[in-house]
């Protein structure tokens, strides 16, 4: 399993989580910087290798997990999870 789902799985059903808690960054080529980033209360589904958002102002778009740069906990300021970057020596 990616272990990016298991992050997403611990925002949807652990009980002592709740996705509003955190905002999820993206790749998303034409905005500001290249990223996006959503709340993950708009995610709608998550699959093996990708998820699902939709807001107010789109309807569901799919997001491959290779696209997320990191997932940030809003109460603590902190990231949960962090993309790695390689590096070119």
Do not use: C
């Amino acid at each position: 399993m990616h272990p990016l789902k298991n992050v997403f799985n611990k925002m949807t059903w652990d009980k002592r989580e709740r996705a509003e808690y955190y905002i999820v960054y993206f790749i998303h080529r034409g905005a500001l910087g290249d990223t996006r980033k959503i709340n993950a209360s708009h995610i709608t589904k998550v699959g093996p290798s990708w998820f699902t958002y939709a807001t107010g102002e789109s309807d569901e778009t799919l997001i491959p997990f290779h696209r997320v740069r990191q997932i940030v906990n809003v109460r603590t300021g902190k990231p949960v999870w962090t993309k790695r970057m390689r590096t070119t020596d």
